[in-house]
Each structure stands twice: as structure tokens, then as C-alpha cells.
């Protein structure tokens, strides 16, 4: 069986991540794939917060043509923080809908990076409007948020990918703003009805458990962000919290799901 792994919120810190993937195996030296047909994941979020936004989106560029090479596989999700830099570059100074702020004002408070809109190019931008929302490896239901909100998008994985990605190719501007309104959604499978809630969820979806990023480990937790160094599992075991809080200390990791 080929070996997957899988990884949490980049937030700019991409040198941060090629050591990490060094360390796992997954690349050499010179940041070029060794993973042979190894399947890597990101949970979304490359953006923001950290210093390289742009610099960590054209290493996973490569990265997935190397892999493919390989026949190897490098995924991506798309998060909320991706979509704010591409509304922030399509709307710029154009009202965020039911705010006094611009679409700019939104994402420079979420983090923004002056120096990412400055070096994002168009080819930079489709390949980020293209991520899909959700996807399914194995046993598990691969989400960028621990959040409920996907069910408004479509019933099924491939319908959800299609109107995110309609979604994002469209110049309204209230749909977007809906679509990150919702992205603001967190912590959908803790307290009481957690484990109900994400059980939902994985059957109307597939798979037998969620793994997402989103909410940084620490925030769920309370321990101090330099001693995540592992995932957190949760809701009964139906739930995996991948968000190591690279941009807030963490020092990351990367996770071996299977092989």
C-alpha cells in the first residue's frame, strides 16, 4: 500500500513545511519530491499570517507536477484564507457586503500580506480558484474546516468542488462574501452534539472520519503552541484536528495516515 500523509495550515511558513517534508522523507535537499507514489495532503490556508504566501503556493506547484512524475500524488485544499487573497485581488476597494469595510480591508485584518497580492500572478490564482473544497482518501473525509457549512454547497463531494469552484469564478461579490461568511464557522464537531454532528456529516459525505485543519490545535486545546507536535483526534474518533498553528510558533508536523 502506498503511504499517505498528511499536513495542516501553511500560512506562509513554506520554509518551515520543506523541513518538515525533508524530515518525513517526502523531499530532498533541494525541496525536489522523493515520495515515489506516496500521496501527500494540505489542508488548505497557504496564505496569510506568515512571510511567503506566494512563495508556498509555487513550491506546491512543482511539488504536484513532481509527485505526479512520480506517480505520486500532492493534494490540496482550498481554505478560507486563500479565498480571501483571490476576493482581495478580484474586488480590491469594492464593499464587503454588509460591512463599512472593502474586500482589501477584510483580508489585510485576516492577515493579509501586502507582499502575496503584490506577487500573485493569474496562473497563481487559477490554480488556487481550482482547489477543491473537499476530497476523500481512504477512510478519510478531507475538509479544510471544521465547519457544517459544505452542506450548503451540494450533496456530494463532486458537487460541492463544482459550486465552490463555480462560486469562485463569478464577479459577484455577495457570493463570495457568503462564501467566507461561512467559512468563519469553527469547532462544528466539539461539545455535546460534536460526535452526532460529525457522524452527520460523514454520511452525507462518506468516509469514517473528518480531517481538517482550520482551527489550530492550541485554541482547541489550550497547551502552549510549541508542544503541538501531533494531530489532534476527537468527537469519538470521527474527527482529526490537523492545524498545527505554524503561524502562531508551532513547530508543525506531518502525519502518516497509512503504509
Known sequence: MSALFVTGD????????????????????????????????????????????????????????EAAAANGRVGVLLGNHDVLLLAADRFGAEP??????????????????TSDLDRLTPEHA?????????????????????????????DSITDVNANVQALLQSNDPARWARLLNAFGEHRAFTGASG??????????????RIVHGHTPITKMTGQPPATV???????????????????????GFVYRVTG
Open 10 to 65: 501553511i500560512h506562509g511558513h513554506v520554509v518551515k513545511v520543506r523541513a518538515l517534508l525533508r524530515d518525513a522523507g517526502l523531499i530532498d535537499a533541494d525541496a525536489t519530491w522523493t515520495g515515489a507514489d506516496s500521496s501527500l495532503w494540505f489542508m488548505g490556508d497557504l496564505v496569510d499570517h506568515g512571510p511567503d504566501g506566494i512563495g508556498a503556493i509555487a513550491f506546491l506547484m512543482r511539488l504536484q507536477g
Open 229 to 251: 507536535r501531533e494531530p489532534l483526534l476527537y468527537a469519538s474518533d470521527r474527527a482529526l484536528n490537523l492545524d498545527a498553528g505554524l503561524y502562531l510558533g508551532g513547530p
Open 126 to 154: 487559477r490554480w488556487l480558484a481550482f482547489l477543491p473544497a473537499m476530497a476523500r482518501e481512504g477512510d478519510g473525509l478531507l475538509v479544510h474546516a471544521d465547519a457544517l457549512f459544505y452542506s450548503g454547497y451540494g
Open 195 to 208: 460526535t452526532a454532528a460529525a457522524e452527520t456529516f460523514l454520511r452525507r459525505f462518506g468516509g469514517e
Open 96 to 113: 464587503f457586503p454588509g460591512t463599512d469595510k472593502t474586500f482589501r480591508d477584510i483580508w489585510e485584518q485576516s492577515g493579509g500580506q
